[in-house]
């Protein structure tokens, strides 16, 4: 059964960076059959999608966040990660990483709160 | 960018209605949609692909149609555990992605 777990700071001080890491298991990101996506829900409001990342580390942003997001990827600890630079607490949110084949997000972790607060 | 735009944003039903959810794209999108389920507190939940495919283990009282810029999601005889929010987007391989911005199904 393929397990999707995000991790990081739940609080994160205003202007500095968030940092998630999504734990793959029960797949293998090596293999290439999927991207992974990062998407928020900020409280009250609806999903929001961050960006996407393949193995190869291609990577595609939402244009609104394009210029603070970066992903990355570990094959060797089969994880993937989000970095949001310059934090406000308009990116306080529910942040989920989820599982692409090509046909819609799959799988999808139980997401992380992050709050952006000093 | 493509824009997702959803109507309505909140629909008021009964157990064993029919109701269908309208999902409009701002340019073309084929058949590169997704509807989504999301429930308070769980993760979002795949019910359609394709416009049309229904996940494996979906009930089958939901069903898609559309493509190009125009979609819907249609659900049968609503039960009680279909209250929820529900999402479309656009997966097109091609472009960034956009969720539209939900309809609230409330009894």
């Known amino acids: 059964q393929v397990q999707l777990q995000e991790s990081g700071p739940g609080l994160v001080k205003p202007s500095q960076t968030l940092s998630l890491t999504c734990t793959v298991s029960?797949?293998?990101?090596?293999?290439?059959?999927?991207?992974w996506n990062w998407i928020r829900q900020p409280i009250g409001k609806g999903l929001e999608w961050i960006g996407r990342i393949y193995v190869s580390g291609s990577t595609t942003y939402n244009p609104s966040l394009e210029s603070r997001v970066t992903m990355s990827v570990d094959t060797s600890k089969n994880h993937v990660s989000l970095r949001l630079t310059s934090v406000t607490a308009a990116d306080t949110a529910v942040y989920y990483c989820?599982?692409?084949?090509?046909?819609?997000?799959?799988?999808w972790g139980q997401g992380t709160t992050v709050t952006v607060s000093s | 960018d493509i824009q997702m735009t959803q109507s309505p944003s909140t629909l008021s039903a009964s157990v064993g209605d029919r109701v269908t959810i309208t999902c409009r794209a701002s340019q073309s999108i084929n058949r590169w949609l997704a509807w989504y389920q999301h429930k308070p507190g769980k993760a979002p939940q795949l019910l359609m692909y394709?416009?049309?495919t229904l996940e494996s283990g979906v009930p089958s009282r939901f069903s898609g149609r559309g493509s190009g810029t125009e979609f819907t999601l249609t659900i049968d005889s609503v039960q009680p555990d279909d209250f929820a929010t529900y999402y479309c987007q656009n997966y097109n391989p091609y472009s960034p992605w956009m969720f539209g911005q939900g309809t609230k199904l409330e009894i």
């Open positions: 394709e416009a049309s």
């Open positions: 989820a599982r692409d084949p090509v046909r819609g997000l799959d799988v």
């Open positions: 029960g797949d293998s990101i090596i293999n290439g059959n999927h991207h």
